[in-house]
Nanobody, 124 residues
Framework: EVRLVESGGGLVQAGGSLRLSCAAS????????IGWFRQAPGKEREGVSCIRGSEGSTYYADSVKGRFTISRDNAKNTVYLQMNSLKPEDTAVYYC?????????????????WGQGTQVTVSS
């Protein structure tokens, strides 16, 4: 059974930090790119960051560049999203997703598996 389980969300003040985790199981983790997406109320789901499979190249949305850092530990089948200098506009449900072929994609439709999401709320 394929599973992606996010954790680490919560309530934080503006300027604070959170680290999200995405624990994967049920597929060959190294062969998949892992992306982080977020969805705020009334808005479409948007890509935040992505990390390729074994090669590990990373990509970020302009809105989070310099503040968020994505990393992966293939030995633990886990991807992390370190979020610093958080802003109220970062408030959303954050999802991780896995894309086969090891490449990152902008489109969420290119991702095969999704987690259930974790809420991040940034207060002003």
């Amino acid at each position: 059974e394929v599973r992606l389980v996010e954790s680490g969300g919560g309530l934080v003040q503006a300027g604070g930090s959170l680290r999200l985790s995405c624990a994967a199981s049920g597929f060959t983790f190294d062969d998949y790119a892992i992306g982080w997406f977020r969805q705020a109320p009334g808005k479409e789901r948007e890509g935040v960051s992505c990390i390729r499979g074994s090669e590990g190249s990373t990509y970020y949305a302009d809105s989070v560049k310099g503040r968020f850092t994505i990393s992966r530990d293939n030995a633990k089948n886990t991807v992390y999203l370190q979020m610093n200098s958080l802003k109220p506009e970062d408030t959303a449900v954050y999802y991780c997703a896995a894309s086969g072929g090891s490449n990152c994609h902008r489109s969420l439709y290119e991702y095969d598996y999704w987690g259930q999401g974790t809420q991040v709320t940034v207060s002003s």
